[in-house]
């Protein structure tokens, strides 16, 4: 099977490289990016050509995957944890907002992924 070798960028580190199968999927792709990063990959970005691939979503990275061939440098962008000031307003899933140091355990607010939809639980 043939290969494509790139690599992997996380700021200032040095660049991880690895291999996508010639025809590589969105599959080939996490578990490429699982396997560098101790399968946290979903904590991360990855961008190449200035163009953020959609990792939840085929058809969105099937758009772009034509950018990444041999010699290709993935940047990596981590998703740190995130701070809110105290006074933050956040909203509810009722839609009323609240100070965000005003939440007490069992209230439902709600979240959004990277991509700007609305996170639901199961």
């Known amino acids: 099977m ?3 070798s790139i ?3 996380l700021n200032d580190q040095q660049p991880v490289v690895a ?3 010639t025809q590589f999927t969105l599959d080939d792709f996490k578990r490429v990016a699982d396997n ?3 399968n946290t990959s979903f904590l991360y970005s990855f961008v190449c050509h200035g163009k953020e691939f ?3 979503n085929e058809d969105e990275f099937n758009k772009y995957k034509a950018l990444i061939t041999s010699g290709t440098t993935i940047f990596t962008i981590e998703h740190l944890k995130a701070c809110f000031l105290p006074d933050t307003l956040v909203q509810r899933v ?3 907002e609240i100070r ?3 939440i007490q355990l069992g209230d ?3 979240a959004f992924t990277t991509f700007g939809e609305i996170v639901t639980t199961v």
């Open 19 to 21: 291999n996508l199968p």
């Open 94 to 96: 009722d839609q009323s």
């Open 54 to 56: 959609d990792l939840n």
């Open 36 to 38: 560098i990063y101790n």
């Open 100 to 102: 965000i140091s005003d």
């Open 7 to 9: 690599q992997f960028q």
């Open 108 to 110: 439902v607010v709600l």
């Open 2 to 4: 043939t290969s494509i």
